[in-house]
C-alpha cells in the first residue's frame, strides 16, 4: 500500500492564480481531511468527506473548494490564490471502524507559497 | 469554539531526559485524546491515544496522563533520545462529531540534544 499520497510536494503561485492539490488513499478509507499547518498554529481543518460525492466544511473553508467522486481521490482547489494561502497543506484519511484509534493516516504534504 | 491549548511550544531537553508536553481542553465533549508524533518533512503520525475512562496510558518510553476533572492530559518521553526530536501534537476528538474528527493543538517542537 502507497497509503495516502499527495502532489505536487512544493508549488509556487502568483497572487490570483488558481490550482488544485490532488490527494489520493489506497486503503478504502471512507473518511478524508484536508489540513493546512502554519507554524505554530497547529493543523486547522479545511474541508473533510465522508464517503464518495459526501462533502462538508471545516474550520477554515474560505477560499478552497473540494470534490469527493471517488472513495480513493479528494482533490483540494484554490480558486484567486492570495499570500494567506501560504501554508503547508496535508491531506488524511480515516477508516469508518466505528471504534477506536480513530486513527488518521496523513500523506506527506504539500507545501504552496503565493506571491 | 472547542480548543485544545498545547504547552510549551518548544522544548530542549538532554538525551536521557524526561521532555513533557501538556495539553489542556476547554469542552468536556471529548471522547478521545491522541498524540502525534511529526518529523521534519513529513505529515504527522499516531504515536499514542487515551480514553478519559483511563487515568495513564504507557507504550515503551511515551506515557500519557490524563486528569478529567483538570480537564488536562500530558506527553512523558521517558530516556529522550535525539532520534526523539520531532513536532508533538495533541488532539481530540468531539464526541458528537463522529467521521474520525480531530481538533489539533498547536504543536510543541521537541529537540533532545546528545
Known amino acids: 500500500n502507497a497509503g495516502v499520497t499527495q502532489t505536487p510536494k512544493f508549488r509556487i503561485l502568483k497572487i490570483g492564480q488558481s490550482m488544485t492539490l490532488q490527494c489520493a488513499q489506497d486503503m478504502n478509507h471512507n473518511y478524508m481531511y484536508w489540513y493546512r499547518q502554519d507554524p505554530g498554529m497547529g493543523l486547522k481543518l479545511i474541508y473533510y468527506s465522508v464517503g464518495a460525492g459526501i462533502t462538508d466544511k471545516g474550520e477554515v473553508p474560505n477560499g478552497y473548494n473540494v470534490s469527493r467522486s471517488t472513495t480513493e481521490d479528494f482533490p483540494l482547489r484554490l480558486e484567486l490564490a492570495a499570500p494567506s494561502q501560504t501554508s503547508v497543506y496535508f491531506c488524511?484519511?480515516?477508516?469508518?471502524?466505528?471504534?477506536?484509534?480513530?486513527?488518521?493516516?496523513f500523506g506527506p504534504g504539500t507545501r504552496l507559497t503565493v506571491t | 469554539q472547542q480548543q485544545v491549548k498545547q504547552s510549551p511550544q518548544s522544548l530542549i531537553v538532554q538525551k536521557g531526559g524526561i521532555s513533557i508536553i501538556n495539553c489542556a481542553y476547554e469542552n468536556t465533549a471529548f471522547d478521545y485524546f491522541p498524540w502525534y508524533q511529526q518529523f521534519p518533512g513529513k505529515g504527522p503520525a499516531l504515536l499514542i491515544a487515551i480514553r478519559p475512562d483511563v487515568s495513564e496510558k504507557k507504550e515503551g518510553r511515551f506515557t500519557i496522563s490524563f486528569n478529567k476533572s483538570a480537564k488536562q492530559f500530558s506527553l512523558h518521553i521517558m530516556d529522550s533520545q535525539p532520534g526523539d526530536s520531532a513536532t508533538y501534537f495533541c488532539?481530540?476528538?468531539?464526541?458528537?462529531?463522529?467521521?474520525?474528527?480531530?481538533?489539533f493543538g498547536a504543536g510543541t517542537r521537541l529537540a533532545v540534544h546528545p
Open positions: 488532539a481530540a476528538r468531539p464526541f458528537s462529531g463522529g467521521y474520525n474528527k480531530l481538533i
Open positions: 488524511a484519511s480515516s477508516p469508518n471502524s466505528g471504534g477506536p484509534p480513530y486513527e488518521q493516516y
